[in-house]
T-cell receptor
Framework: GENVEQHPSTLSVQEGDSAVIKCTYS??????FPWYKQELGKRPQLIID?????GEKKDQRIAVTLNKTAKHFSLHITETQPEDSAVYFC?????????????FGQGTRLTINP | GAVVSQHPSWVICKSGTSVKIECRSL??????MFWYRQFPKQSLMLMAT?????????EQGVEKDKFLINHASLTLSTLTVTSAHPEDSSFYIC?????????????FGDGTRLSIL
């Protein structure tokens, strides 16, 4: 089955700097890769996703890149702000199968220092 | 759109009690719902996949008789933790996907914090 590894587990950056979180996956059949932001005690919120037919996707200060050959994908947050502080989870899913399952990475606790 | 409501948000009960958690898709039909458990400072672990009108598919290591899942309609799935014990204390979160091709993101409920005394 799919295994997703996420690094780093904690990340602290100065406000205004960029943050990068990296994930690797094991199942070459996976073709959908969402990123979720979870604030303490709250639901995971989808912030951006990418499908395997695309190499990069950007939404304002957030971008995601995907390297299918190497089986890794990354989240990039530019011009970080205090409200970006949260736990971020990457995930991978194999779509189009009988039982689509999201497999999450271990999470990255991002702290933005003012 | 794509709002998922989960109730209750917080439960405290005595050991041995059964607890039911509801997950509703408010503005879309969810052919598939998922139940996750999240321990403090850990990732979300899938417990089971629930398809409307059929039996749930449980992940390895999850007790079917302990965590009863019912998905009776396209907008409602329930998780019942039977005879709960302190080790069942956790944050339980459901998610739902729209019907169709399957190429749809999962939308999460607010979660239920379960504390067993």
């Amino acid at each position: 089955g799919e295994n997703v590894e996420q690094h780093p587990s904690t990340l602290s950056v100065q406000e205004g700097d960029s943050a990068v979180i990296k994930c690797t996956y094991s199942d070459s059949a996976s073709n959908y890769f969402p990123w979720y932001k979870q604030e303490l005690g709250k639901r995971p919120q989808l912030i951006i996703d990418i499908r395997s037919n695309v190499g990069e996707k950007k939404d304002q200060r957030i971008a995601v890149t995907l390297n299918k050959t190497a089986k890794h994908f990354s989240l990039h947050i530019t011009e970080t702000q205090p409200e970006d502080s949260a736990v971020y989870f990457c995930a991978a899913i194999a779509l189009g199968w009988g039982a689509q399952k999201l497999v999450f990475g271990q999470g990255t606790r991002l702290t933005i220092n003012p | 759109g794509a709002v998922v409501s989960q109730h209750p948000s917080w439960v405290i009960c005595k050991s041995g009690t059964s607890v039911k958690i509801e997950c509703r898709s408010l503005d879309f039909q969810a052919t598939t719902m998922f139940w996750y458990r999240q321990f403090p400072k850990q990732s979300l672990m899938l417990m089971a996949t629930s398809n409307e009108g059929s039996k749930a598919t449980y992940e390895q290591g999850v007790e079917k008789d302990k965590f009863l899942i019912n998905h009776a309609s396209l907008t409602l799935s329930t998780l019942t933790v039977t005879s709960a014990h302190p080790e069942d204390s956790s944050f339980y979160i459901c998610s739902a996907t729209r019907g169709g091709s399957g190429d749809q993101p999962q939308h999460f409920g607010d979660g239920t914090r379960l504390s067993i005394l």
